[in-house]
């Protein structure tokens, strides 16, 4: 197991003990539901379980693996490319709006990227931007980007 894993699954599982230690502090439940310290607490102890659950698999791990601290050759491409694909999400998100956006920065990531099957991309894509456009609109009261190019926005996207 390369060292800088080990340091790195200690400092999450650190971190994660500081929040549920801080969480503490703040009240976990209230009158009207879940409290400040509700969701803290929570979150570190999955945060510590799955730093455990990493340290333990590497622990296990046998083989000698090479490793290279930056990416080399298609890994840098591909990492350039997801962080063009989000400066793209974030320049055309208020033009197209976030369905169409999110639509095509998924399709994007999962089968030029991930290089999966259309099918399975397009589902994907289409749950995780009209799905979660839906949701956020209609069960959680959360306003996410309309279009605000007019033949869109009479489309309704």
């Known amino acids: 197991m390369p060292l800088i894993y080990l340091f790195v699954g200690l400092g999450f599982l650190c971190i994660s003990i500081y929040v549920v230690w801080e969480s503490k502090n703040l ?3 209230t009158k009207l539901g879940p409290g400040g310290g509700f969701f803290p607490f929570w979150l570190g ?3 510590g379980g799955l730093s455990l659950g990493w340290l333990l698999q590497e622990i296990r791990v046998k083989d000698k693996r090479e490793f290279h601290f930056f990416p080399e050759g298609a890994d840098i491409i591909r990492i350039i490319l ?3 694909a ?3 999400t974030a320049c055309f998100m208020n ?3 976030f369905k169409l956006t999110m639509f095509f920065f998924l399709m994007f990531l999962i089968k030029i990227l991930g ?3 259309l099918i399975s991309t397009f589902l994907v894509a289409f749950l995780g ?3 979660v456009y839906y949701l956020f609109a209609n ?3 959360v306003m996410l980007p309309k279009a605000t190019i007019k033949f869109l926005s009479n489309l309704g996207l």
């Open 95 to 97: 033009f197209l709006g």
């Open 86 to 88: 989000l400066v793209g």
């Open 82 to 84: 997801t962080v063009l």
């Open 115 to 117: 290089k999966q099957s």
């Open 45 to 47: 102890i999955i945060m």
């Open 27 to 29: 009240e976990y439940y």
């Open 139 to 141: 069960y959680l009261d």
């Open 129 to 131: 931007s009209f799905g």
